[in-house]
């Protein structure tokens, strides 16, 4: 299944026209200046903003069409999201972060858990399952955030620069561990970046962002 | 003595007044009562009926406040339409109504003829003016206003932007409110509910006009004092020195606990 994006978001004076269009199991990369819109079109390919006009579509289903009447809540669309500023629940552990997900989609709590357990572990954050969102370091925080993303088996995954909160020094152990993230996933993937180098190593394909 | 060094004289004089003009009727009270006799007038009949309904009823409209007071922050700060703006002038204006109007507007909707009473009279047969319910329901009216004021900004300032990260990860609003939203905001819920406690506990205007002062069913302790204030003075010197420490008390612990943030 395909995302394709044909559309024009508007955000107060703001207005950005975009023509994507990305196969399940690819990752595209998006790379554009502060202010060239990267997070007003994640917002919009989430369902958090709706399209001025154009359209948003997953295979055959349309998540937005203003002409065609439709949009699809951001809570149907599995469509996950690691945004820039992470967004974790601070006053959860860990754990019911990346379970929270699952939860909200009808998992038992048991599975959610041992299932959210096992996701961290992939991204390397096991030691951290018990502990307080709100008490974590940069890179700890990202990790979370994208074994929360990873979790509920997304249709389609979106990235907001992934690497932004690391220090140097733990930037290439992230940068490999959302490049396997990316690589074992069956969905439709866009990696969002300021650094292109970071974008080259993560993906293929890059579309550059102008407005 | 220089101009500036006069000014901070006058201006420390008028501090002072206002500061002492706020005191002394309080510390009066304390100076005026009979020390000696003031714990057996607390045990009179009449105040410890009045006590007991302040106290059930305070409590009972303090819960009543926070299940319907916090949804309707949560609506409001997410909300700017036109009639979210109506509805925030008129939940928020019996603050600074005068409690005797809230009374007769209580009257005009849930009174024996009233806008919603007549139905609840002729279908129900409940007629509500002048019981217990009515007595809860005035602290409602006056108190709400102050847990729904502190709610909402702590709402608003918390943002929309863990509700939208809870939203792309499936959660129905129900749950994003539960789970991701009313935890972010529970001090000033905490704040918010101590507040509409201490007003609905002090409150006399609306309920004596809405739900009258018969000891030992609708009386509240405010307005047993009133009542004893031309009757048995020293009596209702004992009781304002109650309320005035039970506000005290609440003043110092929200300073400590919740408006400053707390020590961090």
């Known amino acids: 299944m395909s995302l394709v994006v044909d559309a024009t978001i508007a955000r107060g004076e703001f207005s950005l026209s975009v ?33 001025k006009s154009g359209s948003i579509s997953l295979g055959d289903d349309v ?28 006053h959860m552990t ?44 940069g890179g700890q925080a990202q990790r979370v955030a994208l074994a929360r993303a990873l979790a509920l088996e997304p249709r389609v995954l979106l990235l907001d620069e992934p690497l932004s909160a ?23 993937a866009i990696v969002v970046s300021h650094d292109e180098a970071d974008i080259g190593v993560l993906t293929g394909v890059i579309h550059n962002l102008v407005c | 003595m220089s101009t500036a060094r006069r000014k901070s004289v006058a201006l420390t004089l008028v501090a002072s007044l206002a500061g002492l ?6 510390v009066s009270v304390a100076i005026r009562v009979p020390w000696g006799q003031s714990f057996d007038l607390l045990g009179s009949p009449l105040i410890r009926k009045a006590l007991f309904v302040s106290v059930v009823s305070s409590v009972i409209a303090t819960v009543c406040v926070l299940v319907f007071g916090v949804p309707l922050a949560y609506w409001l700060s997410r909300n700017d339409s036109v009639a979210a703006r109506v509805v925030r002038v008129l939940s ?17 909707a849930f009174g024996r003829r009233g806008v919603a009473g007549q139905w609840l009279n002729d279908w129900f047969g409940l007629s509500l003016p ?58 000033a819920v905490g704040a918010g509910a101590v507040l509409s406690w201490a007003r609905a506990f002090g409150e006399f205007g609306a309920s004596i006009t809405f739900a009258g002062s018969m000891s030992g069913r609708t009386q509240t302790l405010p307005m047993a004092v009133y009542e004893l204030a031309t009757v048995d003075y020293s009596q209702a010197l004992v009781v304002s020195l109650l ?22």
């Open chain 2, 130 to 187: 002048f019981t217990r319910t009515a007595v809860v329901m005035a602290q409602v009216f006056v108190a709400m206003p102050f847990l729904v004021l502190s709610v909402e900004s702590a709402f608003r300032q918390a943002g929309t932007s863990l509700d939208d990260a809870a939203r792309t990860l499936g959660a129905s609003p129900l749950r994003i409110f539960l789970r991701v939203s009313l935890p972010s905001v529970l001090p």
């Open chain 2, 92 to 108: 928020v204006s019996p603050i600074v109504l005068p409690p005797v109007v809230g009374g007769i507007a209580m009257l005009a």
């Open chain 2, 21 to 26: 003009f706020v005191a002394l009727p309080l």
């Open chain 2, 243 to 264: 309320m005035i420490v039970v506000s005290v008390v609440i003043l110092v612990g929200m300073r400590d606990r919740w408006l400053t943030g707390g020590p961090r």
């Open chain 1, 166 to 188: 690391v220090d140097a020094a733990s930037r290439p152990m992230l940068r490999d561990l959302v490049g396997e993230a990316l690589e074992s996933f069956k969905g439709a």
């Open chain 1, 94 to 137: 860990c754990l019911d972060n990346v379970a929270f997900g699952l939860r909200s989609d009808g998992v038992r709590r048991e599975e959610a858990r041992d299932r959210a357990r096992e996701q961290l572990t992939k991204v390397g954050a096991d030691e951290l399952i018990e502990r307080r969102a709100s008490g974590l370091s």
């Open chain 1, 19 to 51: 023509n994507l269009h990305v196969d399940a199991g690819e990752t595209l990369g998006l790379v554009g200046r502060n202010g060239a819109g990267k997070s007003t079109l994640i917002q919009a390919l989430a369902g958090l903003i709706p399209v």
């Open chain 1, 63 to 90: 998540w937005d069409s203003p002409a065609r009447g439709c949009f699809v809540q951001p809570e149907d669309r599995h469509c996950a999201v690691m945004f820039q500023d992470i967004r974790l629940f601070p």
